[in-house]
């Protein structure tokens, strides 16, 4: 059975919370990658970013719809309005990745890994091994098992 230390990728590209958004769209396209592990100065993962991250950030700001019941306006979504507002604003990394990372083990199966990545809808998972980062999986390692050529 494939695991995930069968299939990631050893050599992770990663950024720090700092680096600018130029910079990191310049690495996302030189490297062809969609995203990467975010690591402080330490080497510990403190987040994840993708493309999808930089693109929301010039996305459309949703204002919330207002509920009047009696003489009250109660606002809807007023969360969605603050990470829209933060998202736009941002000018760094660690102001738009994602701090709620969901990683794997590097002993995880390959079936885990791709029902991890279906339900919760993510692309990138970092492989942990006691802690550390020790790789990346991403969909194209899933598909690359399924066409036969793990490794």
Excluded at 30 to 59: A, F
Excluded at 112 to 125: N, S, V, Y
């Amino acid at each position: 059975m494939l695991k995930a230390k069968d299939i990631m990728t050893s050599d992770v590209i990663k950024t720090k919370p700092d680096t600018t958004l130029e910079d990191l769209a310049r690495a996302l396209m030189r490297h062809q990658i969609n995203g990467m592990p975010v690591v402080d100065d330490n080497g510990n993962l403190i987040g994840i970013v993708t493309e999808n991250d930089l693109i929301s950030k010039n996305s459309r700001l949703h204002i919330p719809t207002i509920l009047r019941l009696f003489d009250a306006y109660i606002p809807l979504g007023t969360s969605r309005l603050e990470s829209g507002i933060k998202k736009m604003a941002a000018t760094n990394v660690g102001d738009i990745c994602t701090k709620d990372v969901i990683t794997v083990k590097d002993e995880t199966s390959v079936e885990d890994i791709a029902t991890i990545m279906t339900e919760k809808k993510i692309h990138l998972l970092p492989v942990l091994k006691e802690g550390k980062l020790v790789g990346i999986i991403g969909k194209k390692d899933i598909i690359r098992v399924i066409a036969g050529g793990a490794s």
